[in-house]
């Protein structure tokens, strides 16, 4: 079994930070990409930033140069600083693991249970 595991959510003002992680456990032998979606109501659910194991970094136009993407592979953490934080970046952030697991040696994504994110004055 795998355990995806979200923290770091809240209200913000326009303008503010936060950090989000997201750590994996359980029947875990490796982890390639880890990523962040988010989804705002009535809309359908977005990447926002994802890296893989090697580093590679992909972010989605609307956040690049304010949301920053990192990862602890010794601890299967994976983390997102977000600053100049915008109403628009209001969403429910989901954390996506794509991992090989030692359950039945398949390789998948497992989603975190989602945090809220609220930027308002």
């Known amino acids: 079994q795998v355990q995806i595991v979200e923290s770091g959510g809240g209200l913000v003002q326009p303008g503010g930070s936060l950090r989000l992680s997201c750590a994996a456990s359980?029947?875990?032998?490796?982890?390639?990409?880890m990523g962040w979606y988010r989804q705002a109501p009535g809309k359908q659910r977005e990447l926002v930033a994802d890296?893989?194991?090697?580093?590679?970094?992909n972010y989605a136009d609307s956040v690049k140069g304010r949301f920053t993407i990192s990862r602890d592979n010794a601890k299967n953490t994976v983390y997102l600083q977000m600053n100049s934080l915008k109403p628009e970046d209001t969403a429910v952030y989901y954390c996506?693991?794509?991992?090989?697991?030692?359950?039945?040696?398949?390789?998948?994504?497992?989603w975190g249970q989602g945090t809220q994110v609220t930027v308002s004055s």
């Open positions: 890296i893989t194991s090697g580093g590679n970094i």
């Open positions: 359980g029947s875990i032998f490796s982890i390639y990409v």
């Open positions: 996506n693991v794509d991992l090989l697991s030692t359950k039945d040696w398949k390789r998948f994504g497992s």
